[in-house]
């Protein structure tokens, strides 16, 4: 066995295995034993009602996460996606109710979500600040906006054919079609189209990527214009799967969609990854919190394994790249 060179460092187990296999493959392979192994300990974890709750009901999640992907890519970061798909869900919620035509309940929001998103990669863009920062600043404005517009009063009474969520073709519900569909022709984008991979080079090497003629302020804005976009149908997926819209902020969606992405094998530092792995790790997630209940372990425990295998992700990655350079 040959040694390793001189000053580098031999990858640990994890390292090995994220080298050998990809973070997808690896998410895959815990997918598939937690499954087995969960359904071996308690039958109903299988059933189909369950099922359709790990995949369906949180597909708007992983839909959400292709945009961040794309965003962290790209070197950038958007704190305020969680804010942005939960006002997104009162304004198409409301223009249902009013009687505005469906078609125009479901396209408001992913237009509205690519206008707001522009403006921050505008930002971002042009008057140089973090997206960091305009992120945090508009996750603000639509917290307090939303409080203040819809005094806290949910939305009911929602016409049954705007309901989106509830739609099924061939018994597959609707949003897991979105979540398949989205997550396939993004992959294929971003691999094979010029456009696709100039979102890893602004990442990657932001002056190689000037220097090589892709324009690094227009990309970005197109990249959170995307993303946005992406938060609009999120929001109709996550809207319509009950009979009323919240007038809240979901808890916590927009750490989720980054964590997502982060540990379906994003790099946090920008220009790797891909959206597939992202949309393994939010179903990873959600079958993670559904075992926990069939095994008699408390859902708080989530959040714990989450934060463990962030920090496992984001390691593994810093040495991948230290032994890459």
Known sequence: ???????????????????????????????????????????????????????????????AAIGMSMVIIAGHIDVSVGALIGVLGIVAGTMA?????????WTAPLAIGALVNAGIGALVAYARIPSIVVTLGMLSILKGGLISVTGGKW???LPED?????????????????????????????????????????GGNPEAARAAGIPIERGTVLVFAFHGVFAGIASL????????????????????????AVIGGVSILGG???????????????????????????????????????LATVLADIARRRRGS
Request: proline share 5%; glycine share 8%.
């Open 272 to 310: 790797t990854g891909t959206v597939v792995g992202s949309t393994l790790a939010a179903i990873l997630f959600a079958t993670i919190g559904s075992a926990l209940i069939f095994v008699g372990v408390s859902a708080y425990w989530l959040r714990a394994v989450l934060g463990l295998l962030i």
């Open 162 to 202: 705007f309901r989106i969520a509830n739609l099924a073709w061939f018994g597959v519900p609707a949003p897991v079609y979105f979540m398949v569909v989205l997550t396939v022709a993004m992959a294929l984008w971003m691999k094979y189209t010029v456009a696709g991979r100039a979102i890893y080079a602004l």
């Open 155 to 157: 939305i009911t009474d």
């Open 1 to 63: 066995m040959s040694a390793a060179p001189i000053g580098t460092r031999s990858p640990g187990p994890l390292g090995r295995l994220l080298d050998r296999w990809g973070q997808e493959a690896v998410i895959l392979g815990a997918l598939v034993a937690l499954f087995v192994v969960v359904g071996a300990m308690n039958p109903r974890f299988l059933e189909g009602n369950n099922l359709a709750t790990i995949f369906a009901g949180n597909a708007y999640v992983a839909v």
């Open 237 to 260: 997926l996550f809207a319509t799967q009950l009979q009323v819209i919240q007038s809240t902020v979901p808890p916590n969606l927009e750490l989720t969609v980054i964590t997502a």
């Open 97 to 105: 109710v009013d009687g505005l035509p469906v078609w125009l309940a």
